[in-house]
């Protein structure tokens, strides 16, 4: 990536904490899929519209996923009630936008501060996608992996980056609100010998003075189901 490539949050923080989770989960999952029935969950990226028209390209970089903890109650670090729209961006505190999972705090703690029991899973290469391809019906499978069966309230994207470029030549800041994960306050099944697909759909919203929010579209997201066999 170019020089423009700018990390989002607390990175040091967040490989502490990486760090120590994937160690903790590791032998967790090892004792707890013991036994125990397997699904596949796929993760996949879109872009709804929002001022994604502003760019010639923005590539936003995931390095993992957290899942909310099996059988919890939703909600994640927000409850998602804007009804489905992509915010207007037009908020004086980047972090108080619920459906992204902030608790509005500027002090870059959103993921010490986040639900207990959730699981993180780290890619083995950081995904880049450039969301102004993804528009319309277009997706991007950025993750499949083999997962226990059960019921998960909500998904969350590590955004670690972006690069972004203007249509007009410029550069443009695109953040994260409060820094915090991408929450995505879909409820999903894991289910034995069988696909989830789970579509994030998030698009950039302006704020002015060249500066831009990645802002989660609820209404988009999508989640289907099919054995794997493709029936």
């Excluded at 207007?88 to 108080?96: A, F, I, L, R, S």
């Excluded at 696909?195 to 831009?212: H, I």
């Excluded at 609820?218 to 066999?229: A, F, H, L, N, Q």
């Amino acid at each position: 990536m170019s020089d423009r490539f700018e990390r989002l949050g607390a990175i040091g923080r967040r490989e502490y904490l990486r760090a120590t989770g994937a160690a903790a989960l590791g032998t967790a999952g090892l004792a707890g899929c013991v036994g125990r029935a397997t699904g596949t969950l796929a993760t996949s990226i879109t872009d709804q519209p929002a001022d994604i028209g502003d760019f010639e390209s923005l590539v936003v970089t995931i390095d993992g996923i957290w899942l909310g903890p099996e059988g919890g109650d939703g909600g994640g670090e927000g409850d998602g009630d804007d009804e489905g729209d992509v915010d207007d961006g037009n908020e004086t505190d980047p972090g108080d936008g619920n459906e992204t999972g902030s608790d509005g705090s500027d002090d870059e703690s959103s993921d010490e501060d986040g639900p207990q029991g959730r699981e993180y899973h780290e890619f083995d290469e950081p995904q880049e996608a450039d969301l102004v391809r993804l528009q319309g019906e277009k997706t991007q499978l950025i993750d499949e992996r083999e997962l226990t069966i059960g019921t998960y309230p909500y998904l969350q994207l590590d955004v670690s980056g972006t690069d972004a470029t203007l249509a007009d030549g410029g550069e443009a800041t695109v953040e994260l609100p409060g820094n915090a994960p991408l929450t995505f306050n879909q409820e999903f099944e894991i289910r034995e010998e069988s696909v989830t697909s789970f579509t994030a759909d998030f698009a950039p919203v302006e704020r002015g003075n060249g500066t831009y929010l990645l802002r989660p579209v609820p209404r988009g997201i999508e989640v289907t189901y099919e054995s794997d066999g493709g029936e």
